[in-house]
């Protein structure tokens, strides 16, 4: 959430820093702004808007200078405007923020006491205020810098310019990630390591309660306690070409389609030729494990809710679940000797970070599932198997989802192995079936335009329902997440057993109920609730398979066949029509797919 870029060259930075700020685009765009030094003084340019809009009022109003700072906002304190865009500025200090300051209302009345005005209504112009304040009373930008850092509370990574000091740029992380490239003789920071790839490299990560003076060639990180310590600097993979869409409409669209490679190269990583899997070293013995806790948000955790019923079922290993905001507050007590999943895209989710590090502080071994090399939850984690799905754009996410799926199942497989709760050769057959998803995947791809023509029935509907049962139940919350997300039609899923339980009550001809039933174990209770809904009037949505479609004593209003597959790996097919029935919708609607309302992508506030 919010992105920063910094720049310290000997060329001009503006456009550089746009480049660097379209990168980050994903973690908001309510409004976006940059800052320069031009002869020594502090100059903005700020636009509220996706950043297109400061790009073009950049166009009528070039800004020079070669230190700079940049930033794209998803607004916590303060609607957004060009007043509550980034970066907050004094006639000394320029200052652009991914974070929250908690006390910035009892900072805000101190300093106006003393005179300074204020011109927004965000927590990070406190900031500047007071770094501007230590200034003032004669401290360099180095000591003001520390001395404002010690009386933050909340969330921060921060990128700091200073009137009069063209070769000095600051950076300081607690709790949003901010990372450092080292250029040839230019520095940089950013939110993340894509942010700066066409610039380097070369990247170190600033930890928890450092600070960075950049000065030309050269990074100095003072720790919290004020110490000068080394940072290790990482040698990235990431491509400098720019992300685009291809021949898709939509970055959505195109990951959706991806799916099939990714999938592919994520589980070539982790099963040889041969059906046998090649995990990572695990940091525990799957056998002396009591209790796995897995903790995640969003689409991440029901892709960990897909897991519980996997590692029950194939490694007799009992799980708990949680979202991560949950969890970090509940005061769990955590098992002896115990080992948590943590499930992330981006790796920098902050309430999932927190719960790594309250599972870490009670004693548990942490795997992680992360998709972002290097990410801070890569970094504290005991290990990591990583999800290889490339840079997920789509604020919306997909491919990650099915790639976490495949990586989870690979888990489950290893752990039922090692636990003597499943043989080689069921593992074996399970790893067969996961191998042919892929294809399968292509299959349902191939007939998009059928589920295009589904959603037609969807894009004027106010509420939808969404119904699965065992390894589906997570894929319909899943669904009901999409739809809502894109499409902004309110949605909810729920495990088709609950639906006498109270959801019935909502059933009627306005109320599509999506219902995702292959032919499994439980295909005759799901064909069931069908009837229940198709007889009080309820328009069914109904994917499943052949079989399904033949055992199906009514027809349903609209079906669309998939094909038949293993029952353990579905969920990973079944994702690809939940993907696309939103996709198409939001389609239908004419909504922002890629950036949809109040959202972002990386939710590094809590
Ligand atoms: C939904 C979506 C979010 C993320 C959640 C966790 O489409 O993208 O629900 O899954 O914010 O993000 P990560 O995986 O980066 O921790």
Redesign the pocket.
């Known amino acids: 959430m919010c992105g920063i870029v910094g720049i310290l060259a000997s060329r001009p930075v503006a456009d550089i820093l746009v480049d660097g700020l379209r990168r980050l685009e994903y973690r908001g765009y309510d409004s976006a702004g940059i800052a320069t030094l031009v002869n020594g003084t502090i100059q903005t340019r700020r636009a509220v808007g996706k950043l297109n809009a400061l790009a073009e009022k950049l166009a009528h109003e070039p800004l020079v200078g070669t230190v700079g700072i940049g930033h794209t906002r998803w607004a916590t304190h303060g609607r957004p405007s060009v007043d509550n865009a980034h970066p907050h500025f004094s006639t000394q200090v320029a200052v652009v923020h991914n974070g929250i300051v908690e006390n910035y209302h009892s900072l805000r009345v101190e300093l106006e006491d003393k005179g300074h005005v204020f011109k927004s209504e965000t927590d990070t112009e406190s900031i500047a205020h007071l770094i501007t304040d230590y200034l003032q009373q004669g401290l360099t930008p180095q000591a003001a810098t520390a001395a404002a850092l010690k009386r933050l509370e909340g969330a921060f990574a921060l990128a700091i310019i200073f009137t009069g000091h063209e070769d000095l740029l600051i950076g300081a992380r607690r709790g949003s990630p901010l990372a450092v490239g080292y250029g040839e003789n230019e520095m940089y920071l950013g939110s993340d390591a894509l942010a700066l790839a066409p610039l380097t490299n070369r990247i170190s990560y600033l930890e928890e309660g450092d600070w960075v003076e950049l000065t030309p060639g050269k990074a100095v990180v003072h720790d919290e306690d004020g110490h000068i310590v080394e940072r290790k600097i990482h040698q990235t993979n990431l491509s400098g070409a720019v992300i685009g869409k291809g021949e898709y409409r939509h970055f959505m669209l195109k990951e959706i389609f991806e799916q099939p490679v990714v999938i592919g190269d994520t589980m070539n990583a982790l099963i040889t030729a041969e059906n046998k899997l090649s995990m990572p070293p695990m940091p525990f013995d799957w056998k002396e494990i009591p209790r796995l806790s897995i903790v ?5 955790c029901y892709a960990g809710m897909v897991a519980k019923y996997w590692f029950e079922q194939l490694a007799g290993l009992p799980v708990d679940v949680d979202v991560a905001s949950e969890f970090r507050y509940r005061e769990s007590p955590m098992v002896k000797g115990g080992a948590m999943v943590v499930i ?3 790796g920098e ?1 902050a309430d ?1 970070l927190a719960a790594l590090n309250y599972a870490k502080k009670h004693g548990q071994k942490i795997l992680s599932v992360v998709n972002v090399q290097h990410s801070t939850i890569a970094r504290q984690s005991d290990c990591v198997v990583p999800t290889l799905c490339g840079p997920e754009i789509s ?3 997909t491919k ?1 989802f099915t790639t976490q799926l495949t990586v989870l199942l690979c888990m489950a497989l290893h752990a039922g192995v090692a636990r003597s709760h499943i043989s080689e050769a069921k593992a074996s057959e399970i790893l067969q079936a996961l191998r042919e998803i892929p294809a399968k995947i292509n299959e349902v791809l191939r007939e998009d335009h059928k589920i295009q023509e589904l959603s037609q029935n969807l894009a004027d509907a106010k509420d939808v329902l969404y119904l699965g049962r065992g390894l589906l139940f997570p894929l319909a919350l899943e669904g009901a ?2 739809l809502k ?1 894109i499409s902004y039609i309110h949605a909810e899923g729920y495990p088709a057993g609950e639906l006498k339980h109270g959801p019935i009550a909502l059933i009627d001809e306005s109320m599509p109920v999506v219902v995702l039933a292959p032919h499994d174990a439980l295909f005759e209770k799901t064909a069931s609730n069908i009837q229940e809904v198709v007889a009080r009037g309820g328009k069914v949505v109904m994917f499943t398979d052949k079989v399904g479609l033949a055992n199906m004593p009514t027809k349903p209003f609209w079906v669309s066949v998939l094909p038949e597959t293993h029952p353990v790996v579905m969920p990973i097919l079944y994702s690809v029509p939940v993907q696309l029935l939103a996709y198409y919708t939001a389609l239908a609607k004419g909504t922002d797919v890629d950036q949809p309302r109040n959202l972002a ?3 590094t506030v809590e």
Do not use: F, N
């Not at 995640?296 to 991440?300: E, F, I, P, Y």
């Open positions: 995640a948000c969003g689409t991440a992330s895209q981006s989710t999932t604020v919306a996410s990650a997440l999409k997300e992508k990386s939710v």
